[in-house]
């Protein structure tokens, strides 16, 4: 926990420009705080005409400054003689402390809004770091990452989970200062009315925190439940709203919001067991320092009737007493929420420990571009290290050609387009750019020089524009015209409503599937890039639609080495060559014609196609 609790607080770092000046304004805070309760006693004595009360002697020099009673007499003296001479009445006098009361309270309310304001700062400051590292982990890992965890919950821990350790890392200066410094202020206060009474506040106070700092240390796990359940929620949520089309195309409305009813009832049975003991350490404390009081008046009263104490100060002790309650409840209610913060932290440092399976090699070089050929040499890969979805196949790719990829649905086609942006590492063999292991370029030097349209079109709800900016952002305008102009999209981009500057939408949603696909091609031709990848690029489209998009690959795949894998064959038969997979193995290859003269597996795709 603790090891959790301290590298949470590296969030906060540089520290030392939050804590020096928290610091100094809850000190002033506190010390302010405590003189408006000091101020009770002479306010009293000046009322009630006590003996042992305030002597006035005129004073026109200021005082040295002492911490005792004659300290605060020759004060009080200075300052009555400088507002209204030597003259002395009940009356003014009263008038000069409630002057002093309000000045003081003054004071302590803009130290607490100062000292309230740099903890604000670092909450926000806390906040933006982690989620800035989070989200650029995220964004860091490999694609496998992403099987393995549901988006949901990441969304939570990046979201929901960091609210809640915000809290406990500012919580943490709370309990270092703030608190800290008000219960000291009390007990000097108490300790110079009564050291007989402050003994006994002294005793009590420690049992008060032994009891409620029991219920607190019982929140961790219930708190880490109800984060977890809380991703579940999320994930729910996120799956139902990306496929509403679905949902209701089956009518499952009913089926999914039974699920949801489900996780958010076993949420909210957390939340109300962590809440009854979050809730009970307040008025445990209370009643227990109401206990404390009516204790403290019967022993008080009797030595008020000793003498022991005088009256005014028997009030303001009760009265400080009442008050240091408050930042002792406080103190043990940041505990619950460092503890909540921790549960929360624990799933936080998943994403910012988890490492990425595809790493950079130490002396991994920039890829310059491609010169020969890419080679696939006896490869093998596995998604789970057991079944292999490829098994021992090569295949060359030559500078300026096109290679297509064929066969049935699972035969591991796609899986073989996405080792070659290094998406994953094979399982054995190499995959070679001139004879160079891929392992020994930096990933981002070589998907700089790649582009991959695929049937599924990741569109952002943003303009059209900014959409086809992503394949080159520092691209014009005009830039991006050209690029449209070539994919066959200008025409019904000039045809929406704000053109280039019309918003299509979550995932694209505004735009039919022909449109999609060929603002994916214009951000592919943007780029530029020497090395294509198509994958099924027109599986999903109407013959029209089907049309546009094929008239637009084929410029795009002018003077580039491509890979495309299509189940339609008549977007393939120019390829230089054809690769047959089936299930993980190079089943067949050569070019079209070749492969229909053999009258094999390809013959029967085509025919089964009724392609002529």
Known sequence: MLKTYFRLLSFARPLSRYTIPYFIFAALHALFNTFNYAMIIPILNAMFGSEAGFKFAPCYSLPELSFNEAGFNAMMSYCYTMLFGENFSVSKFLLLLGLITVVMNLLSNLFRYASAMTVEVLRVNTVRKMRNEMFARVVDMNVGFFSDQRKGDIISKITQDVIVVQYCITNTLQVAFRDPFLIIGFLVLMVSISWQLSLFAI??????????????????????????????????????????????????????????????????????????????????????????????????????????????????????????????????????????????????????????????????????????????RNISFSYDGEKDVLKDVSLRIGKGETIALVGASGGGKSTLSELIPRFYDVTCGEVLFDGVPVSQYTQQSLRDKMSIVSQETILFNDSIEGNILLGRTTATHDEVVEACKVANAHNFIMASTDGYDTNIGDRGTKLSGGQRQRLSIARAVLKNPEILILDEATSALDTESEKLVQEALTSLLKGRTSIVIAHRLSTIYNADRIYVINEGRIAEQGTHQELLARGGIYSHLIEMQSFK
């Not at 009760?318 to 929360?344: C, E, H, K, M, Y």
């Open 203 to 376: 005793i009590f106070l420690p049992l008060v925190g032994l009891i409620i700092g029991n219920i607190v240390k019982r929140l961790r796990l219930p708190a880490k439940r109800s984060q977890e359940r809380l991703g579940d929620l999320v994930s729910v949520l996120d799956e139902a709203l990306s496929g509403i089309k679905i949902v209701k195309s089956y009518n499952a409305q009913n089926f999914i919001v039974e699920k949801f009813k489900r996780i958010n009832d076993d949420l909210s049975r957390l939340v109300i067991s962590m809440s009854k003991r979050q809730q009970l350490a307040s008025p445990m404390s209370e009643f227990l320092g109401i206990t404390a009081v009516s204790i403290i008046l019967v022993f008080g009263g009797t030595l008020v009737g000793e003498g022991l104490v005088t009256g005014s100060g028997f009030i303001a002790f009760i009265a400080a007493f009442s008050q240091i309650t408050r930042p002792l409840r406080s103190f043990i209610d940041q505990f619950a929420n460092i503890n909540q913060g921790v549960a929360a932290g624990e799933r936080i440092f998943t994403i910012i420990d988890a490492e990425s399976e595809i790493q950079d090699a130490e002396d991994a070089k920039e890829f310059e571009g491609l010169k020969e050929s890419i080679e696939l």
